[in-house]
């Protein structure tokens, strides 16, 4: 029988609900479980493809395509594995599907209700994730907090899997807040308790309850969270702020969590194998030096909107001995001569000239290109932010003043950067982005050849603008090289000739494809360049 623990969250949202799904997972499948994990959002858009990162942090993109919640990340990057489109559910996709189902007849003479039929709904995309993965265990996230009115018809159908799963096979992992009170430092337990009464009032009894705090849960509140919430003392755990998320898992199994996990679930126990887990979270944290790294972008406000790009560094830094800072630069500041270009570049080792669609904040990423090009900084653009560079070299080193995209200038006399011409009759934006991973076939002899070290590769794309092949041959003799090409003969990746420096633009998104214990090659040879051209000088 197929394991099914669903794990919950209450009083706030942003707790880290996906940072505890992605940790169980990972100690499941160090005890040798298969395991895989599902991410349910109670929003009514079909996917998040559509929504300003500003609103939901991150679109993460799937090998298959599919633009989806930032925990999906959290999870192909815990799990070492990928995940399709279908582990993101929301309500949006389940409306959707019922209604399509009463328009063609499926349901002809029914009332169709919220139960049965969309809770069915729910259940069966749960289960299909199960019978086409294979796997032992399956992790199903509820996004949101207990008490939203979105999520009420995926805790409902949580509840009805309890029952027609049997108790053995699911479990329910409640995630809520203890906050300390900045005036008397004491750790509160109501919003936890109330948290629990609400799951419990719509008819889910919580088999664990992880605690969120600055600090680390105190023996009393531990009690007092277990008695209210009608559990042995054992079942509470605390998870303390930490000076990296991928502590999390090596704290819950000391605290006991795995072991219990697992014997609720009914499973043979054995030691998780964790060596290389922990030995890249102590390469993470133990690190003598330190690069500057600037980031500049139109969303910095948010972290959230970069959290692949953010990872990525992490993984590469710590695989090259490294600690690495982010200095944010936010480029609507640069346009607005509210920040000084020159001065936000001095001291950083490196830039990168982060991704985001629209106008706002453009000029300033060009300028800031234009600056780390002419300052030898070493520079990567990922997506718009290589789109970008290749409007910069067209400008200042070709001497076309007026060349943009045609995004951004639809009259631009020098479209560079043009629209794909899949593209040109899109009606519906949602989904509908050169999305997913494509081949890239890589030129020998260039530094995405030295990056990669073959000539074929896969990453993962979401754009709708590429480099306008009409002017590569011009962009070439300004200096620009082409060292990476799609199937269809647009640019994947570019560098500069005979260049003294890194200077690297990604047309597809190697985030999305970093883990912890593999770094993405192209942040990988970044930071591995700082490091031995710009460290240890």
Known sequence: MVKYV????????????????????????????????????PYVNVDAGTMNPYMHGEVFVTEDGGETDLDIGHYERFLHQNLSKKHNITTGQIYYSVISKEREG????????????????????????????????????IGGTVGDIESLPFLEAARQMRIEEGYENTLFIHVALSPILSTTGEQKTKPVQHSVQELRRIGIQPDAIVVRSQRDLEDEA???????????IRAVFGNPDVDTIYRVPLILHEKGYTKYIVGKLGLEYK????????????????????????????YTKLKDSYISIIEALKHASAWN???????????????????????????????????????????????????????????????????????????????????????????????????????????????????????IVVEKNTLAYRIYGKEIVYERHRHRYEVNPKYIDKLEKAGLKVSGWSIEGYPEFI?????????????????????????????????????ENTLNK
């Open 6 to 41: 669903f794990v919950t969250g209450g009083v706030l949202s942003g707790l880290g609900k996906g940072v505890v799904t992605a940790s169980t997972g990972l100690l499941l499948k160090s005890i040798g479980y298969s395991v895989t994990a599902i991410k349910i959002d």
């Open 106 to 141: 499926e349901y002809l003479g029914q009332c169709v209700q919220i139960i049965p039929h969309v809770t069915n709904e729910i259940k069966d995309r749960i289960r299909e994730i199960a019978r086409e993965t294979g796997v032992d265990i399956v992790l199903v996230e």
């Open 222 to 232: 531990r009690r007092k969270i277990a008695l209210y919430s009608n559990l042995p």
């Open 271 to 298: 030691e998780p194998k964790l060596d290389k887990w922990i030995e890249f979270v102590e390469r993470l944290t133990k690190v003598d030096k330190k690069i500057k790294i600037a980031m500049v972008g139109k």
């Open 321 to 439: 001995n490294v600690g690495v800072q982010l200095k944010w630069v936010e480029a609507t500041d640069i346009e607005k001569n509210i920040v000084n270009v020159e001065e936000a570049l001095e001291n950083v080792d490196g830039v990168i000239i982060l991704p985001g669609f629209g106008k706002r904040g453009t000029e300033g990423k060009i300028e800031a290109i234009k600056v780390a090009r002419e300052n030898k900084i070493p520079l990567l653009g990922i997506c718009f932010g290589m789109q970008l560079m290749v409007v910069e070299v067209a400008r200042n080193l070709l001497g076309l003043e007026k060349a943009n995209s045609r995004e951004l200038d639809p009259h631009t006399p020098h479209p560079v950067v043009d629209l794909l011409p899949s593209q040109y009759y899109v009606k519906h934006l949602g989904g509908s982005m050169r999305l997913g991973s494509h081949p």
């Open 495 to 531: 560098e500069m000739k005979n260049s003294s420096s890194f200077y690297f633009g990604s047309q597809p998104h190697p985030e999305f494809k970093s883990r912890p214990l593999e770094p993405a090659r192209i942040y990988y040879y970044f930071v591995k360049y700082i490091v």
